[in-house]
């Protein structure tokens, strides 16, 4: 340590427990490695009043903590980004109540570093705010919402997506400036984002990546779920199944890749395994051997009991947690190029990578290959089971969460160099 670090500010989009997805999952772990080195004072938005029934671990953890309820008509905050020319991702992310504990705060408190997780609350970074600024973005917003308005079919949702990577585009360079370090999930994203800014000088960045409890996530914890002991390949994916690039890519693989597979394996099952699954998801239960479960209490039973777990994501923004949490359970699991951005090891050996070909603008991408490997995959169970045992080897030596916040506090400012 140089010093005294002081205290710190530490604002979260979401509620940081329960670690049971992407963005929690590393904000999580981050507060509490900050918490074991300096007193931290957590704010964050909720969802919804029943989430104040998490706070128990944040105060278990934090000096002081605020959870601010956010706005809920994200069609209102449509409406005023429009009108005040922000970012919607702004606007659905603000609450006067956070202000107001963050300006107290600091007038309390001796806060010497703010660490600000996601872009959307840097707007809660006073001005006048003298100490030091780390910038979580984790991936590039702005990016995926060009990566939308490119895919979308209809010119008013086009139209939509492209304006929000425009402004995004131009707030995330106004914080990176504002930020002492900024720091995104893998060196790709990284990269992207440098590439990106329209003027990079005096922009400090780098890349603090994503691990994994390869304790909790591993295949001796648990048994296999009975539901995946069929007389056919199991086939699993895993995710928050309200979020679009999931939905895109469970509809591409039952829709596609499914009706190829059952061809050859006709007891085939692809399980689609995660909460909060929209009206689109929920349709593809019963169609080619798909099958829905919505939110399950624990992941790993369906993994346990995985004998291919894909990840055929088309738009994919920093280190995916479902591939981490696949590997430690010495799974095969089968990514697009973009899901395997930022994963430790390569194809064939700790994974296996098939594209999903780009069609043009409108029409469906082309599933052929990513089936093609799947099955390949399949038909060699044997090998299969090998890229699991390496994987799981690769994990625990590459990604446990110790070893990934290991340059933590040099980034906080806390040692001599980072």
Not at 128 to 149: E, H, L, N, T
Not at 213 to 237: M, R
Not at 378 to 400: F, H, K, N, Y
Request: with cysteine; net charge negative.
């Amino acid at each position: 340590m140089v010093g005294n670090p002081g205290e710190v500010l530490f604002l979260a989009h979401r509620i940081p427990y329960p670690p049971d997805r992407g963005d929690r999952i590393r904000s999580w772990h981050i507060l509490r490695a900050l918490a074991a080195l300096a007193p931290v004072h957590c704010g964050c938005l909720i969802e919804s009043a029943d989430e104040r029934a998490q706070a128990g671990p944040i105060a278990d953890v934090a000096a002081s903590h605020c959870l601010a309820l956010r706005p809920a008509s994200l069609g209102w905050a449509g409406i005023a980004a429009l009108a005040t020319g922000r970012p919607v991702s702004l606007v659905a992310f603000s609450s006067a109540q956070l202000r107001r504990w963050v300006r107290d705060l600091i007038a309390e408190r001796p806060i010497t570093t703010i660490f600000v997780f996601s872009g959307q609350m840097a707007q809660f970074v006073p001005a006048d705010f003298r100490g030091r600024v780390v910038m979580d973005f984790v991936d590039v917003d702005s990016a995926k919402f060009a990566a939308y308005a490119a895919a979308a079919r209809a010119w008013w949702v086009r139209a939509i997506h492209a304006r929000e990577a425009r402004v995004l585009c131009a707030f995330e360079e106004r914080t990176a400036h504002r930020a002492d370090l900024s720091l995104l999930v893998t060196p790709d994203e990284r990269d992207l984002f440098v590439s990106r800014l329209a003027d990079p000088a005096g922009v400090a960045v780098a890349a603090l990546g994503n691990g994994i409890d390869a304790a909790h996530f591993s295949p001796e914890a648990v048994s296999p779920e009975p539901a995946l002991c069929g007389p056919g390949p199991q086939i699993v994916f895993t995710g928050q199944m309200d979020y679009a690039p999931n939905v895109a890519a469970v509809r591409l693989f039952a829709q596609q890749a499914m009706p190829v597979i059952r061809a050859r394996h006709p007891h085939a099952v692809f399980t689609i395994v995660g909460r909060a699954p929209t009206a689109e998801v929920r349709a593809l239960d019963g169609q080619d051997g798909t099958r829905v479960t919505g939110e399950v209490p624990d992941v790993r039973p369906w993994l346990a009991g995985a004998d291919l777990v894909v990840v055929p994501l088309l738009i994919a923004r920093g280190v995916q947690n479902k591939v981490l949490e696949a590997m430690a359970m010495a799974r095969p699991v089968l990514l697009t190029p973009a899901a395997a951005s930022g994963i430790p090891g390569s194809d064939g050996a700790e994974f296996a990578v098939a594209a999903i070909d780009a069609m043009a603008a409108g029409a469906e991408p082309d599933a052929a290959a990513f089936a093609a490997r799947a099955l390949a995959l399949l038909d060699d169970p044997q090998g299969a089971l090998a890229i699991g045992r390496q994987a799981r080897a690769c994990v625990m030596a590459e990604a446990g969460w110790d070893k990934v916040l290991a340059p933590l506090p040099a980034m906080m400012g806390w040692t001599d160099a980072a």
